[in-house]
């Protein structure tokens, strides 16, 4: 058993200083009510057999399907560089924790350091915190940031949000006390005089944050600047949730009004891996820095002078002020930060903006060749970045099937949702080449009877 | 060195009297604290309860409520505060006050503690 490092002579010396003559003895303090019962696990494997077993489960895996993947909704599939893993998996920043000891872990504390200063440039925001866990949960952060800025207990968020993001959102809300006001979209998207009259209805109820995601769960981007504008006559806090990759293309939120941009940063080298880890990342205006949650770096200088990195503003933490604290998250996704850092880092702006073009013409050329189909069409008229609706002849989720058989994953039911019959949500990336959209587009046309 | 003019509370505030009244906390309030970094006060206009939660000091490693002394409507609030936090642990009772307060009731200032009976009990 090569976890435990104690060797039977190590046992029995211990035990013999102890003055107990076996671990029966030395445990004869517990109750025998409450000892644990023999477990019925079968019996260790050896290494090789384990590995068999293990290919077995994963053989009962469908692999996703790489260039032939349209799938998107939050976990999108790109390209990620040799490099990446490579210097991710290096042992330095696989096996260390929390940088809470800066005299010893001033790599780990400037690689997030690095991370804070990318987001807030992609987001145009002033500061950012060490990452959180999802873009779920850091909608959830950014709500509670503008509940306890504005004093105020009323969320509003769009109905155009990823419907998982919303589910935590309420699930939030709920545990703490809070109103949930949804948004309903048209054509896709919040329209100015939705949100107003949202908002108006609230009367005394005070908005204390409005959450719109864009490009949103449709694909679609939303009028941003409007609905920040909109937002703040009423005196909430405006927040964007963004895929970060968008921001190479698209405004940035904080030159759209918004005090807080959240998103997940898994489109820059963290792998699907079915569903998670991924990377939350939270930036907002100067004046809310106290209230954003998790772990921050600080840039400071050491007592010879030398620049160094440090945690700092942890008395916002729950570690310092327990449930006082501006959250109950006690931790980041330091790997998966530092994964997007590295992919950053390589791909440089340049590179960065090439992949979002490449996605933006992709996704362009396919949505054209797949409105042409008799009985497909473009479900929403508004612009999008690399996912879109196509409305489909018959159910997504059946049309999806089919396309399986052919191997490729053809996109996200819809059906039924923002007022479509039938819909499927497909997303197109780098990693989709010509002969691939050509091929989803032959399958859709030949399934759609 | 807790001046003899003022009034003190057990969760260690001090009132200076007047109309308003300013409200400060104490040396051994700031000592124990160590490096203030910032402080977080109520708006002007803000109503305070005496007892209740009025604001928030924050130094390098803890973050402390501050509770009011008394109840009144927050008149001004020391905005030099802002750029200079520090001055909580260098002048305590003077440049570093906090609020000033106009009362809602002179008699609440009855259950306060006097200096003497505030070091006895309180800040040793």
Same mark, same amino acid.
């Given at each position: 058993?090569?976890?435990?490092?104690?060797?039977?002579?190590?046992?029995?010396?211990?035990?013999?200083?102890?003055?107990?003559?076996?671990? %029966?003895?030395?445990?004869?303090?517990?109750?025998?009510?409450?000892?644990?019962?023999?477990?019925?696990?079968?019996?260790?494997?050896?290494?090789?057999?384990?590995?068999?077993?293990?290919?077995?489960?994963?053989?009962?895996?469908?692999?996703?399907?790489?260039?032939?993947?349209?799938?998107?909704?939050?976990?999108?599939?790109?390209?990620?560089?040799?490099?990446?893993?490579?210097? +991710?998996?290096?042992?330095?920043?696989?096996?260390?924790?929390?940088? &809470?000891?800066? %005299?010893?872990?001033?790599?780990? !504390?400037?690689?997030? &350091?690095?991370?804070?200063?990318?987001?807030?440039? !992609?987001?145009?925001?002033?500061?950012?915190?060490?990452?959180?866990?999802?873009?779920?949960?850091?909608?959830?952060?950014?709500?509670?940031?503008?509940?306890?800025?504005?004093?105020?207990?009323?969320?509003?968020?769009?109905?155009?949000?990823?419907?998982?993001?919303?589910?935590?959102?309420?699930?939030?809300?709920?545990?703490?006390?809070?109103?949930? #006001?949804?948004?309903?979209?048209?054509?896709?998207?919040?329209?100015?005089?939705?949100?107003?009259?949202?908002?108006?209805?609230?009367?005394?109820?005070?908005?204390?944050?409005?959450?719109?995601?864009?490009?949103?769960?449709?694909?679609?981007?939303?009028?941003? +600047?409007?609905?920040?504008?909109?937002?703040? %006559?009423?005196?909430?806090?405006?927040?964007?949730?963004?895929?970060?990759?968008?921001?190479?293309?698209?405004?940035?939120?904080?030159?759209?009004?918004?005090?807080?941009?959240?998103?997940?940063?898994?489109?820059?080298?963290?792998?699907?891996?079915?569903?998670?880890?991924?990377?939350?990342?939270?930036?907002?205006? %100067?004046?809310?820095?106290?209230?954003?949650?998790?772990?921050?770096?600080?840039?400071?200088?050491?007592?010879?002078?030398?620049?160094?990195?440090?945690?700092?503003?942890? +008395?916002?933490?729950?570690?310092?002020?327990?449930?006082?604290?501006?959250?109950?998250?006690?931790?980041?996704?330091?790997?998966?930060?530092?994964?997007?850092?590295?992919?950053?880092?390589?791909?440089?702006? +340049?590179?960065?903006?090439?992949?979002?073009?490449?996605?933006?013409?992709?996704?362009?050329?396919?949505?054209? #060749?797949?409105?042409?189909?008799?009985?497909?069409?473009?479900?929403?008229?508004?612009?999008?970045?690399?996912?879109?609706?196509?409305?489909?002849?018959?159910?997504?989720?059946?049309?999806?099937?089919?396309?399986?058989?052919?191997?490729?994953?053809?996109?996200?039911?819809?059906?039924?949702?923002?007022?479509?019959?039938?819909? !499927? !949500?497909?997303?197109?990336?780098?990693?989709? #080449?010509?002969?691939?959209?050509?091929?989803?587009?032959?399958?859709?046309?030949?399934?759609?009877? | 060195?807790?001046?003899?003019?003022?009034?003190? *509370?057990?969760?260690?505030?001090?009132?200076?009297?007047?109309?308003?009244?300013?409200?400060?906390?104490?040396?051994? /309030?700031?000592?124990?604290?160590?490096?203030?970094?910032?402080?977080?006060?109520?708006?002007?206009? /803000?109503?305070?309860?005496?007892?209740?939660?009025?604001?928030?000091?924050?130094?390098?490693?803890?973050?402390?409520?501050?509770? *009011?002394?008394?109840?009144?409507?927050?008149?001004?609030?020391?905005?030099?505060?802002?750029?200079?936090?520090?001055?909580?642990?260098?002048?305590?009772?003077?440049?570093?006050?906090?609020?000033?307060?106009?009362?809602?009731?002179?008699?609440?200032?009855?259950?306060?503690?006097?200096? *003497? *009976?505030?070091?006895?009990?309180?800040?040793?």
């Amino acid at each position: 058993m090569p976890y435990l490092p104690h060797t039977a002579a190590d046992r029995e010396a211990m035990l013999t200083t102890i003055g107990a003559s076996d671990m %029966e003895e030395l445990l004869d303090q517990v109750p025998t009510a409450v000892r644990s019962k023999p477990l019925l696990l079968p019996a260790a494997l050896s290494e090789p057999e384990l590995l068999h077993e293990l290919d077995a489960l994963a053989e009962r895996n469908t692999r996703s399907a790489g260039p032939r993947s349209f799938l998107g909704g939050g976990a999108y599939n790109h390209h990620i560089p040799a490099v990446v893993s490579a210097l +991710a998996s290096r042992s330095e920043f696989v096996t260390s924790y929390t940088p &809470y000891q800066p %005299e010893i872990s001033q790599g780990t !504390l400037q690689v997030i &350091y690095e991370w804070q200063s990318l987001i807030c440039a !992609l987001t145009g925001l002033d500061v950012a915190n060490a990452s959180l866990y999802d873009a779920a949960t850091a909608c959830a952060e950014a709500a509670m940031i503008g509940v306890n800025a504005t004093n105020r207990s009323t969320v509003v968020a769009a109905s155009t949000l990823n419907p998982m993001y919303l589910e935590v959102l309420r699930t939030y809300c709920w545990s703490q006390g809070l109103q949930l #006001r949804v948004v309903m979209a048209e054509g896709g998207c919040i329209s100015p005089s939705s949100l107003r009259a949202t908002l108006a209805d609230l009367g005394e109820e005070k908005p204390a944050v409005a959450i719109l995601q864009s490009p949103n769960y449709f694909g679609l981007i939303e009028d941003q +600047a409007s609905l920040a504008q909109i937002t703040h %006559e009423f005196g909430a806090l405006y927040v964007t949730c963004a895929n970060p990759l968008s921001l190479a293309i698209l405004a940035p939120p904080g030159e759209i009004g918004a005090d807080i941009a959240v998103g997940d940063a898994q489109p820059f080298g963290v792998a699907l891996s079915y569903g998670g880890p991924y990377v939350g990342y939270v930036a907002a205006r %100067e004046s809310l820095l106290r209230r954003l949650p998790g772990r921050i770096v600080g840039a400071s200088v050491d007592n010879k002078g030398r620049k160094a990195y440090v945690l700092t503003l942890q +008395a916002r933490e729950q570690h310092i002020r327990r449930e006082k604290a501006t959250s109950n998250i006690c931790s980041n996704h330091a790997l998966c930060a530092t994964v997007a850092t590295i992919y950053l880092s390589y791909m440089g702006k +340049a590179g960065l903006l090439e992949v979002a073009h490449l996605c933006l013409q992709k996704a362009h050329y396919a949505a054209e #060749r797949i409105a042409e189909l008799p009985g497909y069409g473009l479900a929403f008229e508004a612009p999008f970045f690399h996912e879109f609706v196509v409305k489909t002849p018959r159910p997504g989720a059946v049309i999806r099937e089919a396309l399986m058989e052919r191997g490729i994953l053809a996109g996200i039911p819809v059906d039924g949702q923002a007022g479509l019959t039938y819909g !499927l !949500l497909v997303c197109v990336t780098e990693q989709n #080449r010509k002969e691939d959209i050509d091929a989803l587009v032959q399958g859709l046309g030949e399934c759609a009877a | 060195m807790n001046p003899d003019d003022l009034l003190y *509370a057990s969760s260690h505030e001090w009132v200076r009297r007047g109309d308003p009244a300013t409200i400060g906390i104490t040396h051994f /309030a700031q000592d124990q604290l160590g490096d203030v970094v910032y402080v977080e006060l109520p708006v002007v206009g /803000a109503v305070l309860s005496a007892g209740e939660i009025f604001g928030n000091v924050e130094s390098v490693k803890t973050a402390s409520d501050l509770y *009011a002394p008394v109840s009144g409507t927050v008149v001004e609030t020391n905005t030099q505060l802002v750029e200079s936090p520090e001055l909580l642990n260098t002048s305590p009772y003077d440049k570093g006050w906090l609020i000033k307060v106009k009362l809602d009731n002179e008699e609440d200032l009855g259950n306060l503690l006097d200096r *003497a *009976a505030y070091e006895t009990n309180v800040a040793h």
